[in-house]
């Protein structure tokens, strides 16, 4: 069973960039395909981008594609979401999930884009 633990949030200013990492501990990480999903305050999960197991397909949501990548890392464990131009509807918990409702994600990082 792998256990996930997101990290990396933070306030940034709008056009600003962010790294948020996703480590998992537990058997079998390299072979899931793995989604990042956001939750805005007062609105549900939000799918945002997918990869699959041997990283070498990726997926985004419309609202994000051009701005963000996904990356994995099958030796580390760990998955990323690289974020740039950053804009204020960007700002949610961002959850590192084994499938696009998110499942199995963790506790959350909050990213926050305000000037």
């Known amino acids: 069973q792998v256990q996930l633990v997101e990290s990396g949030g933070g306030l940034v200013q709008p056009g600003g960039s962010l790294r948020l990492s996703c480590a998992a501990s537990?058997?079998?990480?390299?072979?899931?395909?793995l989604s990042w999903v956001r939750q805005a305050p007062g609105k549900g999960l939000e799918w945002v981008s997918a990869?699959?197991?041997?990283?070498?397909?990726?997926y985004y949501a419309d609202s994000v594609k051009g701005r963000f990548t996904i990356s994995r890392d099958n030796v580390k464990n760990t998955l990323y979401l690289q974020m740039n131009s950053l804009k204020p509807e960007d700002t949610a918990v961002y959850y590192c999930?084994?499938?696009?409702?998110?499942?199995?994600r963790g506790q959350g990082t909050q990213v926050t884009v305000s000037s």
């Open positions: 990869i699959n197991s041997g990283g070498d397909s990726t």
């Open positions: 999930g084994k499938d696009r409702k998110g499942s199995g």
């Open positions: 537990g058997y079998g990480f390299s072979i899931y395909a």
